[in-house]
């Protein structure tokens, strides 16, 4: 069944950096696009960024482009989201979600989550 | 403030029905696809509705979604206990390039 694994989360100051992982399963990686969301502590969903299936082009929400960089290694089945000059907003779980297949990007299957706290 | 309007709570009784609203604009709602989430404490979000008012396998033939001009609704009928949750809907903004939620509902089943 599809399944994504995020890690990487954890505690960093502000100005740090962190490196999440999503390891996706059960599907071929290189058809999908892949979507990188946020939920801050008690707070609702923010999209973040997606990745496209072959790793052409990225989009970013506003609130983290030029700090955060999406990218994917289809070979190992594994998608990266790399954050950068970390604010004490950016605190949140974050969570990689497929999309639902070539010509529909929604958020189709999520995984767990990983927290990232910001904070000095 | 979100970009798409949802009451913050709702309500209902086992066996009641429930709607809840997600209201946008024309560069969101009005011109996209609208998509529904249902969130329990702890645990990922879950595609609920897509395309305005396709269910994936497995969601329940309970909850069914609708989208009229800006506006889109997902309908509850028979509430379970199981239905309290968070509901999100979602979709694309044309003038923002980017993916935007409605600030959820928490259903309580009373």
């Known amino acids: 069944q599809v399944q994504m694994v995020e890690s990487g989360g954890g505690a960093v100051q502000p100005g740090r950096s962190l490196r999440l992982s999503c390891a996706a399963s059960?599907?071929?990686?290189?058809?999908?696009?892949m979507h990188w969301v946020r939920q801050a502590p008690g707070k609702g969903l923010e999209w973040v960024g997606i990745t496209y299936y072959d790793g052409s082009k990225e989009y970013y929400a506003d609130s983290v482009k030029g700090r955060f960089t999406i990218s994917r290694d289809n070979s190992k089945n594994m998608v990266f989201l790399y954050m950068s000059s970390l604010r004490v907003e950016d605190t949140a779980v974050y969570y990689c979600a497929r999309v639902l297949d070539r010509n529909d990007e929604a958020f189709a299957y999520w995984g767990q989550g990983t927290l990232v706290t910001v904070s000095s | 403030q979100s970009v798409l309007t949802q009451p913050p709570s709702a309500s209902g009784t086992p066996g009641q029905s429930v709607t809840i609203s997600c209201s946008g604009t024309r560069s969101n709602i009005g011109g996209n696809y609208v998509y529904w989430y249902h969130q329990v404490p702890e645990a990922a979000p879950k595609l609920l509705i897509y395309r305005n008012d396709q269910r994936p396998s497995g969601a329940p033939d309970r909850f069914s979604g609708s989208k009229s001009g800006t506006s889109a609704s997902l309908a509850i009928s028979g509430l379970r206990s199981e239905d309290e949750a968070h509901y999100y809907c979602a979709t694309w903004d044309d003038s923002l390039s980017a993916w935007v939620f409605g600030g959820g509902t928490k259903l309580t089943v009373l």
């Open positions: 059960g599907f071929s990686l290189s058809s999908y696009g």
